[in-house]
Every structure is written in structure tokens, then in C-alpha cells.
């Protein structure tokens, strides 16, 4: 580098291409095959929406804000998914879904407190009903 450039200067020697594979070699197809459980990102695309439809049907409840989150995330990740795939085809997918991963993390951990707030709260409702009266005896 610190000698100046000759015409019979060398250059330097390429160590690849700059770009992954563009999915002609299956790669892709091989990386879904060896998924544990494909299904998992969808079950959680339509848990987050699920709970979004119930929180805006019952949005007078105050579980209701906590069910607009994980739907809210579940729109972004779908959101994002739809646009990498009609914007670069299946072609270097996982690296523009990146955020879509994190975004289901975010509507997996929010339906946890959800759940979490529902089962507390139905435990708190538990607790507050009253107990049958004691039978009384009849009053002469």
C-alpha cells in the first residue's frame, strides 16, 4: 500500500463475490428444510392478531391495551415480511426479515403478559366473590 501504483503493479486478489448466494443453489429450500417447526412464526403472526381483534371487540376492558401490542408488532413483522418479498423475491431473505424476527420476539413476549395479566386478573376475580351465606336458621 505505501508503494506507489506501476502498470505492473498486482492486484489485490478477490476473496469472493460481495453478494450471497441468490438462491439458485436451493440454499434457501435447504435452510426452511432443516427448520424445527416451521409453522412457529405464523402461529405467532395470528396469535398477535388474534388478540388484537379481541382487544378492539372489548376495548372498554382493561386488558384491552395490553392486547394492542402484540397485534400491533404482528402487523409490523407481517408488514415487513410482505414488502422483502414482493421488494427482493425469496432472494437474500433472511437478511431484510431481520426485523421481523425481533417484532415477533416483541408479539411472543407481549402475549406472555398477557396471559400472565389475564390468569392474575381472573385469580384476583377469583378471590373476590363471595362466598355462599351460611344457611340460616328459620326465625321463629
Same mark, same amino acid.
Given at each position: 500500500?505505501?508503494?506507489?501504483?506501476?502498470?505492473?503493479?498486482?492486484? &489485490?486478489?478477490?476473496?469472493?463475490? /460481495?453478494?450471497? $448466494?441468490?438462491?439458485? $443453489?436451493?440454499?434457501?429450500?435447504?435452510?426452511?428444510?432443516?427448520?424445527?417447526?416451521?409453522?412457529?412464526?405464523?402461529? !405467532?403472526?395470528?396469535?398477535?392478531?388474534?388478540?388484537?381483534?379481541?382487544?378492539?371487540?372489548?376495548? @372498554?376492558?382493561?386488558? &384491552?391495551? #395490553?392486547?394492542? !401490542? /402484540?397485534? !400491533? &408488532?404482528?402487523?409490523?413483522?407481517?408488514? %415487513?415480511? %410482505?414488502?422483502?418479498?414482493?421488494? $427482493?423475491?425469496?432472494?437474500? %431473505?433472511?437478511?431484510?426479515?431481520?426485523?421481523?424476527? #425481533?417484532?415477533? $420476539?416483541?408479539?411472543?413476549?407481549?402475549?406472555?403478559?398477557?396471559?400472565?395479566?389475564?390468569?392474575?386478573?381472573?385469580? @384476583?376475580?377469583?378471590?373476590?366473590?363471595?362466598?355462599?351465606?351460611?344457611? @340460616?336458621?328459620?326465625? @321463629?
Amino acid at each position: 500500500p505505501r508503494a506507489p501504483w506501476t502498470p505492473g503493479s498486482a492486484a &489485490a486478489p478477490v476473496a469472493g463475490p /460481495p453478494t450471497g $448466494d441468490l438462491g439458485t $443453489d436451493n440454499s434457501f429450500q435447504r435452510w426452511l428444510d432443516e427448520m424445527s417447526v416451521p409453522w412457529w412464526p405464523s402461529l !405467532v403472526v395470528v396469535a398477535g392478531l388474534a388478540a388484537g381483534v379481541v382487544a378492539v371487540v372489548r376495548r @372498554r376492558s382493561s386488558m &384491552a391495551r #395490553y392486547g394492542l !401490542v /402484540p397485534a !400491533v &408488532a404482528a402487523v409490523g413483522a407481517l408488514g %415487513i415480511v %410482505i414488502m422483502a418479498v414482493l421488494g $427482493d423475491g425469496f432472494f437474500e %431473505i433472511a437478511k431484510h426479515v431481520w426485523l421481523a424476527a #425481533y417484532l415477533l $420476539d416483541v408479539t411472543t413476549l407481549s402475549l406472555c403478559v398477557l396471559m400472565a395479566a389475564a390468569l392474575m386478573q381472573g385469580a @384476583r376475580t377469583q378471590r373476590r366473590k363471595p362466598s355462599a351465606a351460611p344457611a @340460616r336458621a328459620p326465625q @321463629r
